[in-house]
Structure formats: C-alpha cells, structure tokens
C-alpha cells in the first residue's frame, strides 16, 4: 500500500488545514488509518485513528480532542484530518498510516505497517 499525504503548509495560530492522505490501494476500505505527527527534535507521537471501512469509530491524541477531525472517503482512498485552531505546538511533520484489522494498539507506531512520506505542518505564533 502507498500512501501520499499532502494538504500541509503554513498557517498562523487559530487557523486552520485539512490533511490528505490517498492510498493507492484499492481495497483502501479494509485498512484502519491512523495519523501521527513529528516535531523537531521530538520522536513522532499519535494523533488520530480511524477505523477501517465506515470509520464508525475514531481516537484522538489528547491534545487533538476537541480541535482534529479524521474522517474517510473510501471512494476516493482517502483518510482526512482536519485541524482546527491550530497552535505553534502543533508544528510537526504529519504521517498517515495504515494497517489491516485488527489493531490492537492504535496509538503505536508498531500497528501500523505501511507509512506515507509526511506532510509538513507550520504554525506561527
């Protein structure tokens, strides 16, 4: 599986960006998504979660609650977060994965086997 994320960018505190992440898989429906995050000089830390096929179910970092939406459009393989009222802390590179059921431990790197390349998410102050 292949995934490309894409969406990142530059953005001032209080705004806002949705992420994209498109698989080239297409039975993408049957993989839970999940996405993380890695600022600089920081190891990279959960962010989200989505289960496979409806999505019915979703986790979130704390820091996430309240403020990041993931979401699914299995007609288009993509898994999206959206970032509301984002802050310079939340500065990081930002990395969709994706793995078969089941996951187990859906806030570990570990779950996941298949990892896009990163989008890069900078918020000024």
Known sequence: VQL??????LVQSGG????????SEPTFKNYAMG?????PGKQRSF???????SGSNTYYADFAKGRFTVSRDNAKNTVYLQMNNLKPEDTAVYSCAANLPPV??????SE???WGQGTQVTVSS
Request: one cysteine or more; proline letters at 0%.
């Open 112 to 114: 996941y086997s298949y």
């Open 35 to 39: 996405w993380f995050r890695q600022a």
């Open 16 to 23: 806002s960006l949705r992420l994209s992440c498109t698989a």
């Open 4 to 9: 490309q994320a894409s969406g990142g960018g």
């Open 104 to 109: 187990h431990n859906w806030y570990a790197e």
């Open 47 to 53: 962010v989200a979660y989505i289960t496979n096929y």
